[in-house]
């Protein structure tokens, strides 16, 4: 790994074994894109790639008419001056002007990453695990100063790119676009991949080809979202699973945000991501600097799974923070599903009390157990215990389940109001609203304007005394409805456009202050279900709860999309009761806990509620699970067969020193007298024998190459076994043969 520049030629070169990316200075003093891709030889100095030549209607530089920004491929580029695509920056000046032109100044090279101020972002454990290159760029009419920052890393195909942006003159500018990168490749064969859906239904990954034009993905609801996930692979058409060039793209940023591709009609491809520039206005006094979120540029010559395995050691290492990094997590039971906001402490205790039975470690009171909150009208921003539901407060309660010999965790809702409650009858204007404008409201509460401190404040004070008193193992943070009216009451009209970048600096500093002043406690980030997914906010909660969605065959293809741009060890995903809440279908509880151990595993239902035969399997899940986690949450995975393609689906776990394997195969729907499937199995050492099911012995090269048979002599998968079925295989490998 290194970075090295090129004096003479002005060429920047970063690299480690598997990727390079080269940039240089163009002849007009822009720094421009060169190279990026698998990794070539750090001494060659590229030539060939800045493309020149007089063509009509390109506007050329009067000191050599050879050179064009239409045809160059560029870092940052700028609006207003002769390169018509998409900028990734725009500056309005006191005299109107938006035009303006970043040029090379200066650059430092240092080992190791600065942190970003207020924000979430990749880190080092040690310095010489990445190199850092800040290169400075200043707009000399502007008197703008632009540092872009690149971070290589050692062990990971990745680069970290983020900007910031000062005002180093004496008048006020205002960024009204304020992208985090660009990236510019050389020519369009490319398929673009992204992460879709709504509630219910995150991240389902949908491919298209690019052709010329832009391709835009985007959130203006103030938080990432479930309809597009901040993630994008950028991807040769051919490329699949195990083999092709693919490029990964992770917004570290909870917000606002913006993903888009360009093809230009000269057949070259610029990508940018940033804060969605919609409604974006800030404004920097003489002095003043704006600091962008970071991107994660992964990549893969080898196929999509090998890009997902980079990021999800990337995630686990370097975003992941405190006491759970890389650490296995807690087999949980929450009680949502099993009684929403209808509990007392005798039913809680009655559940937990089960759980513990079942060797569950951690008891999750979720919605309800604060204010005047009996349902979804009243209670949230009153956060201390409702004791006509829990008379010994949050703090008896977590004692007599602390006594059952569980952790205890709880629920909260922290960024949100209802309008009956104590906090906004005392605070009207805290709420986002705009003047005069109706307020809208989803789930019956108002989003507080967390862009206030004071608000921020108090609600760290109230959430403080809660935690403080009781013993609080987790946490489960919820946000249930999306900005809308975004306007801060008595805010000048001058900071409006800053609102919303403020509402999310907002939350990363609640989420800071709760997380320093209670180190132990383990967040689990939710959003009604997975619709703040993202890598910014797991460098706080270093799990999220992955969907509402909890039927089993819904969640393959949830948690198997949700797999592409992020670790098993984020992904909340929990046993739950059948029928399924959510659509009514009925699943057998084994195959339900099948799909949820490809995750932090847990239960949402009330195992008071099942049948023996049922409770007797829970225990058993829960031995295996506790087997078995650290291999599902970190070990290596390989996504075998789509659930998006076939009637069977498939994926596996392999240790990381390959001696351990689960492969599970997951059928939809059951037809009589079924062909017989081979899944070829990945990532095992191919001279080595394994034993599966410690039935039958074979090397780890017919496993892959050959594949394991399904059914193979399993009678009940063959004829009479229903719909919505799986298979699990346990692979050990044999430690002499
Ligand atoms: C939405 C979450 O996704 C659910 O798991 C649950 O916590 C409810 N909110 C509680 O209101």
Redesign the pocket.
């Known amino acids: 790994m290194g970075i090295i520049f090129h004096e003479k030629e002005k060429q920047f070169h970063l690299f480690n074994s598997q990727l390079s990316y080269c940039m240089g200075v163009c002849p007009d003093g822009e720094l421009g894109q060169l190279y990026f891709g698998r990794k070539i030889n750090e001494n060659q100095k590229i030539t060939y790639t800045q493309t020149k030549g007089v063509r009509p209607l390109c506007c050329n530089l009067k000191e050599d008419e050879n050179y064009t920004k239409e045809l160059s491929m560029l870092e940052y580029p700028a609006f207003g001056n002769g390169d018509f695509r998409t900028p990734a920056y725009e500056i309005k000046q006191k005299n109107g002007s938006r035009v303006t032109n970043l040029i090379y100044k200066s650059h430092s090279i240092y080992n190791g990453k600065k942190p970003l101020n207020g924000l979430p972002a990749s880190y080092t454990n040690t310095d010489d695990e990445a190199t850092t290159l800040e290169i400075l760029c200043v707009d000399e009419v502007a008197k703008v100063e632009v540092t872009l920052f690149y971070t290589v890393w050692e062990k990971y195909p990745v680069i970290c790119r983020h900007a910031s942006i000062k005002n180093a003159g004496d008048e006020e500018v205002v960024l009204t676009k304020a992208l985090s990168l660009c990236l510019d490749l050389p020519d369009v064969e490319y398929n673009w991949m992204q992460f879709e859906g709504t509630w219910g239904r995150e991240r389902y990954p949908v491919e298209r080809s690019l052709s010329n034009g832009t391709t835009q993905i985007e959130s203006m609801r103030g938080h990432s979202s479930a309809n597009y996930n901040p993630f994008v692979i950028v991807k040769r058409k051919n490329t699949d699973e195990f083999m092709g060039e693919a490029i990964g793209l992770n917004f570290v940023y909870s917000g606002n945000f913006v993903a888009q591709s360009e093809a230009d009609t000269y057949g070259k491809l610029r990508i940018l991501m940033g804060i969605n520039p919609r409604w974006f206005e800030w404004p920097l006094a003489k002095g003043e600097s704006f600091e962008t979120p970071e991107v994660i540029i992964s990549y893969s010559n080898s196929g999509l799974n090998a890009l997902s395995q980079s990021i999800h050691g990337f995630m686990n290492n370097n975003i992941v923070r405190g006491k759970y990094k890389n650490t296995p997590r807690p087999i949980l039971l ?1 009680n ?2 099993a009684t ?2 209808d509990f007392d402490e005798e039913k809680i205790l009655k559940i937990a009390k089960k759980g513990k039975e079942a060797g569950v470690e951690l008891f999750v009171l ?3 157990w604060f204010g005047k909150r009996n349902d ?1 009208y009243a209670g949230l921003g009153d956060w201390f215990v409702n004791t006509k539901k829990l008379p010994e407060g949050v703090k008896g309660l977590a004692k007599k389940v602390n006594d059952l010999g569980l952790k205890f965790g709880i ?1 909260i ?1 922290p960024e949100m109001v209802n309008e009956d409650s104590d906090l906004y009858r005392a605070h009207p204007d805290w709420v986002l609203a705009a003047p005069d404008r109706v307020r809208s409201l989803g ?1 019956h509460q108002m989003v507080l304007d967390f862009s206030k401190k004071e608000v921020v404040d108090n609600i760290f004070d109230q959430l403080y005394v809660v935690f403080a008193d009781a013993n609080i193992s987790y946490i ?1 943070w ?1 946000m ?1 409805r999306s900005i809308t009216e975004c306007y801060s009451q008595g805010a000048a009209a001058g900071v409006q456009g800053m609102v919303y970048h403020r509402y999310i600096l907002g939350v990363y500093s609640l989420y800071e202050r709760l997380i320093k002043a209670f180190p132990d406690i383990l967040f689990e980030s ?5 619709s703040r997914f993202d890598a910014g906010i797991l460098y706080y909660a270093p799990q999220a ?1 992955c ?2 969605d909890t039927d089993a065959h819904e969640r393959i293809k949830i948690q198997y999309g949700t797999s592409y741009g992020y670790p098993l060890s984020m992904v909340g995903a929990h046993v739950s009761a059948s029928p399924n809440l959510q659509t009514g279908r009925a699943i057998a509880i084994g195959d339900r806990a099948n799909i949820a151990c490809f995750g932090t595993f847990g239960y ?1 239902l009330d195992l008071n509620e099942i049948s023996e035969a049922d409770f007797v399997e829970v225990k058993e899940q829960i031995k295996f699970m506790k087997e078995y986690r650290e291999l599902l949450q970190y070990g290596d995975l390989y996504r075998l067969e789509s659930p998006f393609e076939k009637n069977i689906s498939a994926w596996m776990v392999v240790s990381k020193d390959k001696s351990t394997a689960l492969v599970a195969v997951y059928k939809n729907l059951k037809s009589p007298n079924e062909g017989i499937v081979r899944i070829r199995l990945k990532g095992l050492d191919p001279d080595a024998v394994y034993t599966v099911d410690e039935k039958k012995e074979l090397y780890g090269d017919i496993l892959m190459e050959g594949g394991i048979q399904v059914p193979d002599g399993d009678k009940e998968w063959f004829f009479a076994d229903g719909d919505f079925t799986s298979r699990m295989y346990i692979l050990k490998k044999n430690v002499t043969k």
């Open positions: 929450n949502w599903e929403e906001m979720d919605d309800g979804d629920w809702e789930r489960k919820d249930n939710c959003a009604s279900g997975g709860w969907s509402d949402e």
